[in-house]
């Protein structure tokens, strides 16, 4: 991993399950729900582990949403409308 900023918290929850909410050091999120603490320990190790690939995949994701938006707008079929239908 690329820094060490990571944030976990472990809580009981309810019907003997454990809620495990994470934050990585790219800022992306999950919360699940565990049967035990050491299931969560190691769903959120491993969730950590991936944060530096879950991060290039989401890069390319980014990238290749904005060259859609741009052949959309080169081909003049965008408008400014907010409504999600261009």
């Given at each position: 991993m690329s820094q060490?900023?990571?944030?976990?918290?472990?809580?009981?929850a309810h019907d003997n399950m454990w809620i495990v909410e994470m934050r990585d050091h790219h800022c992306n999120y999950a919360c699940v729900y565990e049967p035990s603490v050491v299931m969560a320990m190691s769903y959120a190790?491993?969730?950590f582990k991936k944060a530096d690939k879950r991060e290039a995949h989401q890069q390319?994701?980014?990238k290749a949403i904005?060259?859609?938006?741009?052949?959309?707008?080169?081909?003049?079929?965008?408008t400014n409308m907010s409504d999600g239908l261009d």
């Amino acid at each position: 991993m690329s820094q060490s900023k990571l944030n976990l918290t472990i809580e009981k929850a309810h019907d003997n399950m454990w809620i495990v909410e994470m934050r990585d050091h790219h800022c992306n999120y999950a919360c699940v729900y565990e049967p035990s603490v050491v299931m969560a320990m190691s769903y959120a190790l491993d969730w950590f582990k991936k944060a530096d690939k879950r991060e290039a995949h989401q890069q390319v994701t980014n990238k290749a949403i904005k060259e859609m938006i741009a052949i959309d707008r080169k081909a003049g079929i965008t408008t400014n409308m907010s409504d999600g239908l261009d």
